[in-house]
């Protein structure tokens, strides 16, 4: 019964940002992180789409999402969600964020088929930075 309760107790300090020290009697406060930031960051994957005829951004988009929602799930798609921010020349730059890049990268080799044509998805550099892969690609 005691020990049922301490260990409410302590959860319930734990989970408001109590810590107790029992060898020097204090009480102190646990600060949660401001590295809030880190989870939200970008990455760019700078992706070559060999294909016979033209492919439209949109479709690709589609076409990546249906590949992560399939291998991975729609949670894993919902924590990643990849989208084609450019697409010039048979180069794509998919945007994610640092969580799930490796959940897409994973998935490209899904992407075999995009309206009735065979399509290759070779990744070939993740950056941090849109202007950097910009620059891969060769638009900025």
Same mark, same amino acid.
């Given at each position: 019964? @005691? %020990?049922?309760?301490?260990?409410?107790?302590? !959860? /319930?300090?734990?989970?408001?940002?109590?810590? @107790? #020290? /029992?060898?020097?009697?204090?009480? &102190? $406060?646990?600060?949660?992180?401001?590295?809030?930031?880190?989870?939200?960051?970008?990455?760019? +994957?700078?992706?070559?789409? =060999?294909?016979?005829?033209? $492919? #439209?951004?949109?479709?690709?988009?589609?076409?990546?999402? &249906?590949?992560?929602?399939? &291998?991975?799930?729609?949670?894993?798609? #919902? @924590?990643?969600?990849?989208? =084609?921010?450019?697409?010039?020349? !048979?180069?794509?730059?998919?945007?994610?964020?640092?969580?799930?890049?490796?959940?897409?990268? %994973?998935? &490209?080799?899904? =992407? %075999?088929? +995009?309206? #009735?044509?065979?399509? @290759?998805?070779?990744?070939?550099? $993740?950056?941090?930075?849109?202007?950097?892969?910009?620059?891969? +690609?060769?638009?900025?």
């Amino acid at each position: 019964m @005691i %020990a049922s309760t301490l260990l409410s107790v302590t !959860s /319930l300090a734990v989970s408001i940002g109590l810590f @107790i #020290d /029992l060898r020097r009697k204090k009480l &102190l $406060i646990i600060k949660p992180s401001k590295n809030s930031a880190v989870r939200k960051t970008k990455r760019y +994957v700078v992706v070559d789409v =060999v294909s016979k005829t033209p $492919i #439209d951004t949109s479709t690709l988009e589609t076409n990546v999402r &249906l590949a992560v929602t399939s &291998l991975f799930g729609q949670v894993w798609l #919902d @924590i990643s969600n990849p989208k =084609v921010i450019y697409f010039v020349n !048979s180069k794509a730059i998919i945007s994610t964020n640092r969580v799930g890049y490796k959940v897409v990268l %994973a998935s &490209l080799p899904k =992407v %075999a088929e +995009v309206s #009735d044509n065979n399509v @290759i998805v070779v990744p070939r550099k $993740i950056t941090g930075s849109v202007k950097k892969a910009k620059r891969l +690609v060769g638009i900025g």
